[in-house]
């Protein structure tokens, strides 16, 4: 014979159940239907039901008939309460019916539709945290006798391993549905918009690199979307199902900065209960985005250009090397060869970073996208708000063109959010827009100015314009300015630039 658990039930069983419980091939009506037959089986009962109750409409429907009119079951559902099926989902105790034609509880209605003579049932309910969630029967037992209350002990077990079955697959359809819902949500979210050339070319250099491993420079001003470029570049290649860490260099101090990224060791210094995986970890196969990159002190520059250079890197107070196959993006708001030339971000870990360099376009240079990117967060804001007719008045969009968006895109975003909220909640008005009637740059024109200073104040600020866009690089500006470097050369040391 084989040996028993404390339930009663035979170990062979509990291993057979457990092989099912861990399979990602079965479905859960596949695997439903295996515990019941081989319940079925082992218990030498002639039919047997698996119900669930549908709390909605308060009814119990068959997920598993077995038996030779187990089709002609399942055509059947049971109110709560109604027959012995209903009495043990409504009070959630098993029941124990020797002779059912001596029980007022029975309801022969199934019985007497199929054919099927029942004399004994024993019927127990599936419980999840003590909250009813269907009924597992058996009927007769084949050799005539009747269910014992070893047998609702033996049943009350299976019952309990069905219910984790049924908990499980719909833990993983709800984690399913809200992985595909946040997947959805951040598309939406992390969107980069706009149809102007500045922002395809980047677009189109970030897919280039999407599939490699090659570590990518983002620079370009505070709200232009240096992380939605990030995201755009994961998403887009072989590392997307892999996570992406992001973390700011700027929030936190150097001792907290490299304990997020490299983790500690418990008891490495007062604090550290317990072992803490960095960001290098947990960013393992995928990607870690560093903003605001130069904000990183000195010091840190040199740890983070070790891990670098030499591939592994230790936690705080450990030993062990740690090797992680991780794609770097940085990105920055500051013009990197200017804090070289003051000492403050180090020339080699630049050159590790700057193996492909891209530059997010700010939103003066590419107006054409307002009236898109306005519509687009206006139409995010209306879904959140419930005004589904909500426009931009022809005024506003005018403000808004002939702004200079010093916040670039996120400034927008923050300026529709406003109107929507602080608006009349039909139509968006100049008046509702928290932004000047008129901030176009203007270098040079100074009431006051004669024409020479006036001419050398439009060349500084037009030079210093130019080179802030091209992020310092002299021979880009000198080509979006059409003329010669050595010019411009010229012009930077007369203006001190």
Same mark, same amino acid.
């Given at each position: ?11 062979s ?18 695997l ?26 308060n ?13 002609? *079951? ?10 012995? *099926? ?16 001596l ?22 309910p ?5 909250r009813v ?23 009350l ?5 069905a ?31 706009? &149809? ?33 470029l990030?995201r ?5 290649g ?27 060791e ?24 560093l ?13 983070l ?19 992680v196959? *991780? ?41 054409? &996208?307002?009236?898109?990117l ?6 995010m ?12 008045? /022809? ?12 916040g ?7 300026a529709?959010?406003?109107?929507v ?11 509702d ?19 020479? &200073?006036?001419?050398d104040?439009?060349?500084?600020e037009f030079?210093?314009?130019?080179? &802030?866009?091209?992020?310092g ?5 000198? /080509?979006?300015?059409?003329i ?6 010229r ?7």
């Open positions: 014979m084989d040996a028993k658990t404390a339930h009663g039930l035979p170990i069983y509990f291993r057979e159940i457990s092989t099912w419980l861990q399979s990602s091939i079965l479905k859960q009506d596949e439903l239907e295996l515990i019941i037959n081989s319940a079925t089986r082992m218990m030498a009962a002639k039919a047997s039901s698996l119900l669930l109750l549908d709390e909605k409409s009814k119990l429907f068959f997920k598993v008939a077995t038996g030779e009119k187990g089709s002609a *079951v399942r055509q059947f559902q049971i109110n709560v309460g109604e027959g012995i *099926v209903g009495y043990v989902a409504q009070t959630g105790e098993p029941l124990l019916i020797p002779d059912v034609s029980d007022p509880r029975w309801d022969k209605r199934i019985s007497e539709h199929t054919g099927f003579k029942t004399r004994s049932i024993a019927c127990v599936m419980k999840v945290d003590d969630i269907g009924v597992v029967e058996l009927i007769d037992k084949e050799n005539g006798t009747s269910f014992t209350q070893e047998d609702i002990k033996m049943l077990s299976i019952a309990d391993l219910s984790r079955a049924i908990h499980n697959a719909r833990e993983i359809d709800h984690f399913k549905r809200e992985n595909k819902d946040l997947k959805e949500e951040l598309s939406s979210k992390y969107k980069i918009v706009g &149809d102007s050339k500045s922002i395809q070319t980047v677009i189109f250099d970030a897919l280039k690199v999407a599939n490699s491993k090659t570590t990518t420079l983002i620079l370009g001003e505070s709200g232009t979307g240096k992380e939605l990030a755009l570049i994961h998403q887009s072989h590392r997307k199902t892999m996570p992406l860490i992001v973390l700011n260099c700027a929030a936190l101090p150097e001792t907290l900065l490299e304990d997020e990224l490299f983790g500690h418990k008891g490495s210094y007062t604090g550290a209960i317990g072992k803490k995986v960095g960001k290098f970890e947990l960013a393992d196969d995928g990607t870690i985005f903003d605001e990159i130069a904000e990183m002190s000195p010091g840190m520059q040199a740890k250009l070790r891990v670098l250079q030499e591939g592994v890197f230790y936690r705080i107070g450990g030993t062990e090397p740690i090797t196959d *991780v794609r770097i993006i940085a990105a920055t708001n500051r013009d990197l060869p200017k804090e070289i030339a003051k000492e403050k971000f180090r020339e080699d870990l630049f050159y590790r970073l700057n193996v492909v360099q891209l530059q997010m376009p700010p939103l003066r240079d590419r107006r054409e &996208d307002i009236p898109l306005a519509k687009y967060f206006l139409d804001f209306k879904v959140e708000t419930g005004l589904p007719n909500l426009v931009i008045s /022809k005024d506003a969009m005018d403000k808004m063109m002939k702004y200079n968006w010093p670039n895109v996120r400034e927008l975003r923050n529709i959010e406003r109107a909220v602080m608006g009349n909640r039909h139509e968006i008005m100049p008046e827009l928290p932004i000047g009637a008129h901030e176009m740059e203007q270098p040079g024109l100074e009431f006051g100015l004669t024409l020479k &200073d006036a001419l104040k439009f060349k500084k030079v210093k314009i130019n080179l &802030d866009h091209t992020g690089n002299r021979s880009k500006a000198a /080509k979006v300015m059409d010669q470097r050595t010019y411009l050369s012009l930077i040391s007369q203006y001190n630039l």
